[in-house]
């Protein structure tokens, strides 16, 4: 099993920043790629971003790219999510996610996920 613990959320005003942070435990030697999804409320889970467990490649979201960065430091075993210039339909609750089989990288879905923490941008 891999667990995954996000922290790093909170109340920000549009055009801040926040930087998440997901700390991975158990047999990460299996996972494939990390990511983020998030899920504001009423709508459905969104993929966000995504990076391979070496960290050579990184996938976005069009309507994060060049807002967001997401990041590893492998000898913390742990992911980052920059978000710079949030706007408030950045609002949702943010799920660290990884694969063993590579179906994150399209953005579906993933064989584990975190608890969620919870990011709001007020205007």
């Known amino acids: 099993q891999v667990q995954l613990v996000e922290s790093g959320g909170g109340l920000v005003q549009a055009g801040g920043s926040l930087k998440l942070s997901c700390a991975t435990s158990?047999?990460?030697?299996?996972?494939?790629?990390m990511g983020w999804f998030r899920q504001a409320p009423g709508k459905e889970r969104e993929f966000v971003a995504a990076?391979?467990?070496?960290?050579?490649?990184?996938r976005y979201v069009d309507s994060v790219r060049g807002r967001f960065t997401v990041s590893r430091d492998n000898a913390k075993n742990t992911m980052y999510l920059q978000m710079n210039s949030l706007k408030p339909e950045d609002t949702a609750v943010y799920f660290c996610?990884?694969?063993?089989?590579?179906?994150?990288?399209?953005?579906?879905?993933?064989?584990?996920w975190g608890q969620g923490t919870q990011v709001t941008v007020s205007s």
């Open positions: 996610a990884a694969d063993v089989d590579g179906r994150l990288w399209s953005g579906v879905s993933a064989d584990y």
């Open positions: 990076i391979t467990w070496g960290g050579g490649s990184t």
């Open positions: 158990g047999r990460t030697f299996r996972i494939k790629n």
